[in-house]
């Protein structure tokens, strides 16, 4: 496939205003794509809501070692566009810079085109692997993972062998992942005049109590993980109230945590409802309520084949050798680790610190050299068959 080709696609990719929806229309895309091979894949679509479907593609022979890739098909919001130099949904290459500017340039549509097309250009050239090579495509990982939660419980993760997640970060291997746990607390108050505070019970006072109780039992748990580091909490959103002379009958708030094995999520979702119900308990003009909205579990790899093999290959396509590293940021992993099979994931994928940014980008260079680097390993891990002739 020739580079013109490659940037094509991903233009296409990106000209699909796929923000938090619409993810249908990027997977009857790639669906597309792979159509002229149709006997030689298996193409799934596996729906989530209206207009929002995973896509599943499958190619090789599946008594061989199985890989996936992964790649989110949803972007953020673009944002003020005025800000924005480049349209956000253009697609549009920068000749003197060699970028390609557009929403999800970086993360991750970049990564995603570079996956579709490693498997593309197997089938272009009649190449014949030994193993299954399965592409992953997910919606909704920007707002919660939900896709892959999807695909994890259908079982279409439980016979990989290894997983490439290629989220953007070329600087290294990401092997390790805290978990991520948001939650939400509620306060039910009773109205009155302010003048007449004792009339009404105040909502805010009453969140105000699970607050302090919250950031004192985060404070407690300083334990520290060697690949990981500490466990995080912060909240992040506190409404409550309408009009300064009325006490308010409602207040919520909503804090992340960014957990590690040692202070397990089973362990934070019993402390802070211990919280909740002591509170409540307590006086009965308490009326708590506590949500946790899309919990992920950390994702923590040993030493493992995929990853020794990512290592050794990338001196080939870098100026270095990947180092092994680790994220305290959320992706799709944390769900596929979740499949009934063990077994390692690795992020690593073309895109930079421009993520979520006005005028996000990929550095074209860069996306290309991925595609060739993503099916080296691919296809030392998978195996080529001896008959294969890989046409020039």
């Known amino acids: 496939m020739k580079d013109s080709e490659k940037i094509s696609i991903l233009q296409h990719l990106i000209q699909i205003e796929s923000v938090n929806d619409h993810e249908e229309?990027?997977?009857?895309?790639?669906?597309?794509?792979?159509?002229?091979?149709?006997q030689q894949v298996q193409i799934t679509k596996v729906?989530?809501?209206?207009?929002?479907?995973?896509?599943?593609?499958?190619?090789?022979n599946g008594n061989g070692t199985h890989l996936g890739f992964s790649?989110?098909?949803?972007?953020?919001?673009?944002?003020?566009v005025e800000k924005w130099e480049h349209a956000p949904f253009g697609g549009e290459v920068d000749e003197a810079s060699n970028k390609l500017f557009g929403r999800g340039a970086s993360d991750m549509k970049s990564g995603l085109a570079a996956a579709v097309i490693v498997m593309l250009e197997l089938l272009e050239s009649n190449t014949p692997v030994q193993?299954?090579?399965?592409?992953?495509?997910?919606?909704?990982?920007?707002?919660?993972?939900?896709?892959?939660?999807?695909?994890?419980?259908?079982?279409?993760?439980?016979d990989l062998d290894g997983l490439i997640i290629t989220e953007?970060?070329?600087?290294?291997?990401?092997?390790?992942?805290?978990?991520?746990?948001?939650?939400?607390?509620?306060?039910?108050?009773?109205?009155a005049h302010s003048s007449r505070p004792d009339m009404g019970v105040n909502a805010i006072d009453n969140l105000i109590q699970f607050y302090l109780a919250v950031k004192q039992l985060m404070a407690q748990h300083q334990e520290e993980n060697p690949k990981l580091g500490k466990m995080t909490h912060s909240i992040d959103i506190i409404e409550g109230g309408k009009q300064v002379n009325s006490v308010p009958d409602f207040a919520m708030l909503k804090g992340n945590i960014r957990s590690i094995p040692e202070y397990s999520n089973e362990q934070i979702f019993a402390d802070i409802q211990a919280i909740v119900a002591k509170l409540n308990a307590s006086d009965p003009q308490m009326k708590l309520a506590v949500k946790f909205i899309y919990p992920e579990v950390p994702i923590i790899n040993g030493?493992?084949?995929?990853?020794?093999?990512?290592?050794?290959?990338?001196p080939k396509y870098f100026a270095k050798t990947l180092p092994v590293e680790s994220s305290s940021g959320a992706n799709d992993g944390s769900e596929f680790v979740q499949a009934q099979k063990d077994f390692p994931?690795?992020?690593?994928?073309p895109g930079n610190n421009s993520s979520h940014g006005y005028d996000e980008y990929v550095d074209l260079d860069q996306y290309?050299?991925?595609?060739?680097?993503?099916?080296?390993?691919?296809?030392?891990?998978?195996?080529?068959?001896?008959?294969?002739?890989?046409e020039a």
Do not use: W
Request: with cysteine.
């Open 131 to 158: 193993g299954q090579i399965k592409l992953l495509a997910t919606v909704g990982e920007e707002t919660g993972e939900y896709g892959a939660h999807v695909l994890t419980q259908a079982g279409y993760a439980d």
């Open 25 to 38: 229309q990027v997977a009857d895309y790639i669906a597309a794509l792979f159509a002229p091979y149709g």
């Open 168 to 191: 953007p970060h070329m600087d290294g291997i990401i092997t390790s992942c805290k978990g991520v746990i948001d939650y939400q607390v509620t306060s039910v108050g009773v109205p």
């Open 368 to 390: 290309l050299t991925s595609i060739q680097y993503l099916a080296d390993v691919a296809q030392q891990f998978v195996g080529i068959a001896k008959t294969a002739k890989v």
């Open 47 to 60: 729906p989530f809501a209206k207009g929002r479907v995973n896509l599943v593609v499958t190619m090789g």
């Open 345 to 349: 994931i690795i992020l690593v994928g």
């Open 303 to 314: 030493e493992n084949q995929l990853t020794k093999l990512a290592q050794e290959i990338s």
């Open 71 to 80: 790649g989110h098909m949803d972007v953020v919001d673009p944002g003020n």
